[in-house]
């Protein structure tokens, strides 16, 4: 799947998909945690992965570190 972000195109993964819709109903953000609970079956590390991907390609930002990281949308 393709999203549209500010007339760029970005492949994106069915989960991450999910994740961002959650984000869009939920206010803009979410917790490690709360993005798990989004996406369920799948371990920490890949969760972690898809979120690391999403901000590598400008969807979303970090904020804080480790355990208290936020994820927002870009």
Excluded: F
Excluded at 30 to 56: C, F, H, P
Aim: glycine letters at 10%; aromatic letters at 2%.
């Amino acid at each position: 799947q393709r999203s549209d972000l500010e007339g760029k195109q970005v492949a994106l993964s069915e989960r991450q998909i999910r994740i961002l819709e959650a984000m869009r109903v939920g206010g803009g953000g979410m917790t490690t945690k709360q993005a798990g609970e989004v996406v369920k079956m799948v371990s920490k590390d890949t969760l972690i992965r898809d979120l690391n991907d999403l901000i590598k390609k400008g969807v979303i930002r970090r904020q804080g570190s480790t355990k208290a990281s936020r994820y927002v949308l870009a």
